[in-house]
């Protein structure tokens, strides 16, 4: 009986799966570029779906980038399993540019909002689930937005900006130079209008860049104000007290973007989805410490803003 046993945990493990008591993990891939892992609650029939979107760059399914692991993504997965809702979060197509022999330049913001459209559909064809949620974090808020009208039955956007990528940008260096903010304002609007440009400062390289230009011009054309008045589902706005890289003023402007939206703000919750009782040093280790607890109030608010429609 035992040598059964041990087959059948090599069987399961080969599949992909893993599970603990109230929760089933499983991989899934909806396309060349998409792999990602589908979080189930054990035993719950036709549970809602929440698809997590994360943030810029190369961030993976579970939220961590380069030499940043909080797991924020893969906690939030596991905790709603607690309270029966299913979730999908997934790799960015950024890691599969290699792979494919894909370049920088032919990157473009609508490749994300698609991959999110194609989960979509992916997950609805199944008709497993309820209903499905898109949940998109930080830059992940826009493709969110962009990928659920009239697709998902609901939007949650976690920390997401209120205004075009541009304006992000320049405020942003605003408070670091002048001189710089300027010199930005102006390549962007080169870029705007000729597509492209060459007159930026070399400590503008990693925005700038030929090879990222492309993608910066998809970005920027979209306003996120603009694009969550469109939503006609049910919308909950995330944002935290303590967030150094998206101030609370980008959710408030949201919300007066589409006035049925329900706003959030947690307190003293960081990007990461922690709560920061002490400096910006604390804020900012959180940043790679993946067994700090979420904020005690998110998984409430999520389960609240979820269930309250059925």
Do not use: C
């Not at 893993?18 to 891939?29: A, G, L, M, P």
């Amino acid at each position: 009986m035992k040598k059964y046993i041990i087959i059948l945990a090599i069987l399961v493990s080969n599949l992909g799966f893993s599970q603990n008591d109230s929760i089933v993990e499983s991989e899934v891939s909806i396309n060349k570029f998409i792999d990602g892992t589908l979080t189930m609650p054990v035993g719950a029939e036709y549970p809602d779906l929440v698809i997590l979107i994360q943030g810029s760059g190369p961030t993976d399914r579970n939220g961590n980038g380069f030499m940043m692991k909080n797991d924020g993504s893969k906690l939030i997965a596991k905790e709603l399993a607690k309270y029966g809702i299913a979730s999908y979060r997934f790799d960015k197509r950024i890691f599969k540019m290699n792979k494919f022999k894909i370049r920088e330049e032919e990157l473009s913001f609508e490749d994300f909002v698609k991959d999110v459209s194609d989960i979509i559909d992916h997950f609805k064809t199944g008709q497993t689930f309820s209903k499905i949620i898109v949940a998109g974090h930080s830059e992940g808020s826009l493709i969110g937005m962009l990928a659920a009208k009239d697709k998902a039955d609901a939007f949650i956007s976690f920390a997401g900006p209120a205004r075009s990528i541009d304006k992000i940008i320049v405020d942003q260096l605003a408070k670091q130079s002048e001189g710089l903010a300027e010199n930005a304002k102006n390549a962007f609007q080169e870029i705007k209008e000729n597509g492209k440009t060459s007159n930026y400062n070399p400590l503008l390289q990693s925005i700038f860049r030929p090879s990222v230009q492309p993608y910066m011009r998809s970005w920027m054309k979209y306003n996120p104000t603009e694009e969550i008045s469109k939503l006609k589902i049910p919308i909950l706005i995330i944002n935290g007290s303590f967030d150094i890289q998206v101030d609370t003023i980008e959710a408030e402007l949201l919300k007066e973007a589409n006035p049925k939206a329900e706003l959030v703000i947690l307190d003293k919750m960081n990007h990461v989805f922690r709560k920061i009782e002490g400096d910006d040093l604390e804020n900012t280790k959180a940043y790679n410490e993946p067994n700090r607890p979420l904020h005690p109030e998110l998984i409430s608010v999520l389960v609240n803003f979820i269930k309250q429609e059925e």
